[in-house]
Nanobody, 114 residues
Framework: QVQLVESGGGLVQAGGSLRLSCAAS????????MGWFRQAPGKQRELVAT???????NYADSVKGRFTISRDNAKNTVYLQMNSLKNEDTAAYYCNAGLDSRYWGQGTQVTVSS
């Protein structure tokens, strides 16, 4: 089992920044890929960014150049630095382990105001 706890969401003005954190615990030794997803009201959950154990990253086109995913393996924590936030970034953000549908955090809300 893997447990994930997100933090760092909140209300921010357009153009502002937030940093999300995801603390992982449990059987994480086999998890090679960590990811952030988001879900806006009335929309499907979508992939935002992923990072491998080796640090290889991948981003959705909508966030490239604005968001940065990183991980601290010693702390079992994954981060999502979000800059130049837009209204359309408003969503609940979820951490995922291994791109496995069994392993989700509880989510953290990000609201971007005009």
């Amino acid at each position: 089992q893997v447990q994930l706890v997100e933090s760092g969401g909140g209300l921010v003005q357009a153009g502002g920044s937030l940093r999300l954190s995801c603390a992982a615990s449990g059987s994480i030794f086999s998890i090679s890929v960590m990811g952030w997803f988001r879900q806006a009201p009335g929309k499907q959950r979508e992939l935002v960014a992923t990072i491998t154990n080796g640090g290889r990253t991948n981003y959705a086109d909508s966030v490239k150049g604005r968001f940065t995913i990183s991980r601290d393996n010693a702390k079992n924590t994954v981060y999502l630095q979000m800059n130049s936030l837009k209204n359309e970034d408003t969503a609940a953000y979820y951490c995922n382990a291994g791109l496995d549908s069994r392993y989700w955090g509880q989510g953290t809300q990000v609201t971007v105001s005009s």
